[in-house]
């Protein structure tokens, strides 16, 4: 049987070595799924803000910060996978800062960069190889019929 091979674009790239994920970073519909997940975070985000209390007592604030963090723990793990954030932010909220960006930000923006340089390369790349497709095909349309 034949097998038609060709390039998709899928890289898999290790995550702080807790666990691989799987994607096209030219992929627009993942960069719209990325910035759905960062929305339901803040989401998650504010409205837990909106609950809180200035009367609240310490023990109220961590566990609306656990309930939180386990909300968007699941959003995540939606996205890539089940575990995911066991295996890569292992017994760190995901609102931890580091950097100046919680942790789960400087994950999703390493992502981003990812994608931004590939849909560079890969536009610097299209120019080139639809010439070489086009030309192909333009000397066939052209080339005399054999009878």
């Given amino acids: 049987m034949k097998e038609l091979n060709f390039e998709t674009g899928l890289v898999e790239m290790a995550v702080n ?3 691989v994920i ?3 970073p030219a992929d627009v519909g993942f960069m719209d799924t990325l910035y759905s997940l960062l929305a339901k975070i803040e989401a998650i985000e504010a409205e837990t803000r909106k609950k809180q209390d200035k009367g609240d007592d310490l023990a ?5 910060s656990r309930a939180s ?3 968007m723990r699941d959003a995540v ?3 890539f996978g089940e575990g ?4 890569v932010f292992p017994g760190i909220r995901l609102t ?6 919680s942790v789960l930000e400087n994950f999703v ?3 981003v960069d990812e994608m931004d340089e590939s849909v560079r390369d890969n536009l610097a790349k299209r120019e080139g190889r639809i010439a070489k497709y086009t030309a192909k095909y333009q000397a066939r349309k052209n080339a005399v019929p054999l009878a």
Wanted: hydrophobic share 45%; charged share 35%.
């Fill in 17 to 19: 070595g807790g666990r």
């Fill in 22 to 24: 799987r994607f096209n």
């Fill in 60 to 64: 109220k604030l961590f566990d609306r």
């Fill in 69 to 71: 963090d386990k909300r």
């Fill in 77 to 79: 793990d939606f996205v």
């Fill in 84 to 87: 995911f954030c066991a295996d």
């Fill in 96 to 101: 931890a800062l580091a950097d100046g960006l």
């Fill in 109 to 111: 923006f390493a992502v």
